[in-house]
């Protein structure tokens, strides 16, 4: 759709928009997010929410009762209309003459008009910015704009509270006003100021969330109830979460701020005027699969790269197994790279290394290495899944879309979340993303397409099809290479679900850690801006170069510089030259 050109012109006041419209703009306007929903949530478990959106706008516009059947044809697909239509008559509306991304912000605020930012809201908001040419920046800037607003008002408040509480006079209408106010200032410092980007849209912002301006969310608990409905009663995010009923035997269960830069180098706007810090409107919780290491920052180097969002959590969690897991995991790669080098030196190949039928010897005699720490983080794994999920399910994130990212145990963890909370009532429009990489856990469909219940956006399975890592680590289950996730595709015909091969990416399982931005870069997750830094992996050589390689190199270099699937696709011609004259 050809888009309307930026002009100079004052932009119409954006809490003013459905006035500004006119009744076939307002028809449009609501008729494009009903052909939307029907696009996006067209099932049983989304009615209740897609008949509760459609209240909203209607409403929203000032639209009469009797639009509403037509609306819901739409919806539910018994008219079939495109997007085209509907753009067509909104780009003839002078009140979007000037940037269509005004539309972006009018749903936001009718989204969180009543303390709650539904994931789907988002992905639906995501879905029309797409179709519209709308980069997504923009929606991130106007979710800070509406942040803003509603923050600044609670703080204010909070303020005056404090002075008349010097005069003993405290209500409790004060106290209710603390609970939130004042926990939130101390929880965030406070979720920030935008550096004056929300300064044209205050007033107008809070007229739409139904206050009658400003002055209405500063002198009312409407405001406070939906700061702390958004973020959560304590106001400080999942930092002060607290595991209060411990499910089955897990040790260690916290959240900890992934505390990024204050420039990250990207080219976007407003980049370098918002802190990390700020409680945004979207959160992101990034699950490691081993530690390598027990420095500090052991949980924070894999995704210091990573801007899934602007307000990012880590989860540190059994520690101790995830180190003898990453310990397990260098030992074995070692000696699996030194029978693999004796191997190729003696022009034998390698394919039966991958096999999982015919597996070295001694290899094997190494499998008590790691099947031990294995066998334990993976059911630590799937309890900690579940109290992830409880986590979710009691909202202590606030109301919020979350998007959850991990890599190979990390994915399990993920897995194991959404299993959980399908199961349970009221899951949806919790997460937003889940994006599971090298996830050891079964890919049979039934049990995927009951997660996407659960998710709103999309189910990503990020696998690798020569991981012989995770084939040697299943080999002793009844389940087959055939039926892991980390593996294959996900056979489920599903808009949600999403397979992305990293197979021309990574080598194997351990290189998940090193190569997250490349691959979350791939998969259209946002990462920090400029190279990864990812170790390149060498291209195969004929064999009198690999020998000499091989035999100059020690056992920790060849690690570093040669992958097991590169040394098995060997295909030399001296070896053929071998077997010609022998």
């Given at each position: ?5 930026h002009?100079?012109s004052k ?10 419209l006119?009744?076939a ?6 008729a494009m ?9 067209n ?8 008949e509760?959106c ?13 639009i ?5 044809a ?5 008219v079939e209309?495109?997007l085209?239509?509907?753009f067509?008559?909104l780009?003839?509306e ?6 269509w991304?005004?539309?972006l912000?009018?749903?936001i605020?009718?989204a ?10 988002r ?5 029309l910015a ?5 980069a ?5 800037t106007?979710e800070r704009?509406?942040?803003d ?13 404090k002075e008349?509480?010097?005069s003993?006079k405290?209500?409790?209408k004060?106290k ?9 200032i101390g929880?965030?410092?406070?979720i920030?100021?935008t550096?004056?980007l ?14 009658g ?6 002198g009312?608990?409407?405001?406070v109830?939906?700061?702390g409905s ?5 106001g400080?995010?999942l930092t002060g979460y607290?595991m209060?009923k411990?499910?089955g035997e ?5 959240f900890d701020?992934?505390?990024?830069e204050q ?7 407003l980049?370098e005027?918002?802190?990390?810090r700020?409680?945004q409107?979207?959160?992101s919780i990034l699950i490691?699969?081993?530690l390598?290491?027990e420095?500090a920052?052991n949980?924070?180097?894999p995704?210091?790269c ?6 990012q ?5 059994e520690?101790?197994?995830l180190?003898e897991?990453g310990?397990?995991i260098?030992y ?6 030194s ?6 030196l003696k ?10 039928v015919?597996?070295p010897?001694?290899l ?9 720490p ?10 900690v899944?579940?109290q992830?999920a409880?986590?979710?399910l ?5 109301h919020?879309?979350v998007?959850?990212?991990?890599f190979s145990i990390?994915a399990?963890v993920i897995?194991y979340?959404?299993?959980?909370m399908a199961e349970?009532?009221r899951c ?7 994006v599971?990489?090298?996830a050891p856990c079964?890919?049979e469909?039934?049990s995927w ?15 690798c099809?020569?991981d ?6 299943y080999r002793?289950l ?7 996730a980390?593996?294959?595709p996900i056979e489920?015909?599903?808009r ?11 080598s194997g399982?351990s ?11 791939t ?5 920090k801006?400029?190279p990864c830094?990812?170790?390149k992996?060498p291209?195969?050589?004929t ?5 000499t ?5 020690s056992p920790?270099?060849l690690?570093?510089?040669w992958s097991?699937d590169a040394?098995?696709?060997l295909?030399t011609q001296d070896a053929?030259?071998?077997a010609?004259t022998?």
């Open positions: 759709m050809e888009m309307p050109a002009s100079n932009p119409v006041n954006y809490c003013l928009l459905p006035d500004h006119s009744d703009g307002k028809y449009s306007y609501c997010c009903a052909v939307a929903m029907h696009e996006l949530n099932n049983e478990w989304d009615r209740s929410f897609t509760h459609l209240d909203l706008l209607l409403a929203h516009v000032k639209l009469p009762k009797a509403k059947p037509a609306m819901q739409l919806m539910s697909g018994d209309q495109s085209q239509p509907c067509d008559v780009r003839e002078k009140a979007l003459a000037a940037d991304s005004i539309i912000y009018d749903f605020l009718v969180v008009k009543d303390g709650s930012y539904d994931a789907r809201w992905v639906l908001v995501q879905y797409e179709q519209l040419g709308i997504n920046i923009t929606i991130e106007y704009s509406v942040i607003c509603i923050t600044r008002g609670v703080e204010e408040k909070s303020k005056s509270e008349e509480s010097r003993k405290q209500t409790a004060f209710r006003y603390a609970l939130v106010g004042l926990a939130s929880g965030g410092a406070l920030g100021v550096g004056g929300a300064a044209p849209l205050i007033a107008g912002g809070l007229a739409t969330l139904g206050l301006g400003s002055a209405a969310l500063l009312t608990t409407v405001g109830a939906v700061v958004l973020f959560g009663a304590a400080a995010g607290k209060h411990r499910v897990i040790e260690e269960f916290t701020r992934l505390e990024l420039t990250d180098n990207n080219n976007e706007p980049s005027i918002v802190s990390s700020c409680q409107l979207h959160i490691s699969g081993w390598k290491d420095s920052d949980y924070v180097r995704w210091m990573v801007r899934a969002s602007q307000e959590y880590y989860l540190r969690y520690s101790r197994y180190l897991f310990r397990a260098e074995i790669l070692s000696m699996a790279f029978i693999a080098t004796q191997e190729v022009y034998t190949a390698l394919s039966g290394l991958l096999s999982a015919a597996w010897g001694a094997l005699g190494l499998a008590n290495i790691i099947d031990n294995w066998s334990v983080c993976c059911r630590r794994s799937a309890q899944g579940k992830l409880e986590v979710l009691a909202r202590e994130q606030g919020r879309p998007t959850l990212v991990g990390g399990r897995y979340c959404l299993r959980e349970r009532g949806e429009g919790i997460v937003q993303d889940a599971l990489i090298g079964t890919g469909p039934e397409k009951k997660l996407t219940r659960v998710v709103a956006g999309r189910l990503i399975n990020g696998y099809r020569t012989w890592l995770l084939k040697f680590l002793t009844s389940m087959t290479s055939q039926d892991v980390g593996l294959n489920v015909n599903d949600r679900i999403c397979n992305v091969d990293l197979s021309e990416i990574v399982h290189d998940y850690p090193d190569k997250i931005c490349l691959i979350l870069r998969m259209k997750i946002r990462v801006e400029g830094g990812d170790i992996i291209k195969a050589q064999m009198d170069h690999l020998s390689n091989l035999k100059s190199q920790l270099q690690r570093r510089t097991v040394l098995t696709s295909k053929a030259d071998d010609m022998s």
